[in-house]
């Protein structure tokens, strides 16, 4: 026999509101026609909420709501689609981060872990998504968060085997955003981003045969006191979405998931920056 419980989701009514919104005008959209779909707006944003808070697996989600279990994904790739759609483009989301009178973003690198990896990569008996730094299949996301680790914007995912630096030059917005924002924003960045030292603000990196002067190591002290505030910004997203922790969908789709986190988190707290 199956056992019922009661479960509460972790988010404010207006949020589930907000994406049955969003998933009412993608239907009308689409032209769907009332009555031909098995649930409506709001069990359907409901649905999309519990994966992306609690990770549940898709076969209990398609249980619950008496539908298959293909349906089910196809109303969730349609929920990440409509959620990622209003995701903040990073030229907006620096204007946002000068108007709200910050001096300076952080950027940092993420893994998103995925169970998705059997894709050969350019090196031969690797796979693409394969990350040597952390020994697991994933996608690295770079994230922009404002000084009190907020993020504001997340970029498109590129293969866990790419270092921070080789991701952030293949995004084709990030640098060049960067670089004409640098009059009013800094971006600062930790020494993954040392081929970076003339668009990210990085630390003295420590000579191999010497050591630092004093105003180098009271440099690394003030710029790493700031930007290691920066890595709340990716503990918040895996926190408080446990879907982030680790992805079974197509690795390719990590950049819009982690979009709609960002655009789900924005809205639950009414703030962008």
């Not at 907000?18 to 005008?25: Q, S």
């Not at 293949?170 to 081929?195: I, K, M």
């Not at 709609?260 to 809205?267: D, K, S």
Request: glycine share 10%.
């Amino acid at each position: 026999m199956s056992v019922s419980y009661t479960a509460v989701l972790p988010l404010r009514e207006e949020t589930v509101t907000f994406l049955a919104g969003l998933l009412d005008a993608e239907r009308a959209r689409r032209g769907t026609r009332t009555g031909t779909r098995s649930l409506t707006c709001r069990e359907q944003a409901i649905l999309v909420l519990r994966w992306f808070c609690d990770s549940t697996r898709m076969s209990q989600l398609a249980r619950d709501n008496a539908i298959s279990t293909s349906t089910g994904y196809d109303y969730l790739h349609e929920g990440i689609d409509v959620l990622a759609a209003r995701s903040p483009s990073l030229h907006g989301a620096l204007l946002a981060a000068k108007a709200a009178g910050h001096d300076y973003v952080t950027i940092d690198g993420t893994l998103i872990e995925t169970d998705r990896c059997s894709t050969p990569g350019p090196t031969e008996g690797v796979d693409l998504w394969w990350s040597g730094k952390h020994h697991t299949h994933g996608g690295n996301i770079q994230v922009i968060g404002v000084p009190d680790g907020w993020p504001i914007w997340t970029s498109d995912v590129r293969p866990g085997r790419e270092h921070d630096t080789t991701a952030a030059r293949t995004d084709p917005e990030l640098l060049p955003a960067l670089t004409d924002a640098a009059d009013d924003l800094r971006a600062l960045g930790d020494l993954g981003y040392e081929g970076l030292a003339d668009t990210v603000t990085v630390a003295y990196k420590k000579p191999k045969n010497g050591g630092l002067l004093l105003v180098q190591q009271q440099f690394n002290k003030a710029h790493n006191s700031l930007r290691a505030v920066g890595e709340r910004a990716n503990a918040l997203l895996k926190m408080i979405f446990r879907a982030l922790r680790n992805i079974g969908l197509n690795p390719w789709r990590i950049g819009k998931i982690v979009a709609a986190a960002l655009v789900i988190l924005h809205t639950e707290h009414g703030r962008t920056t």
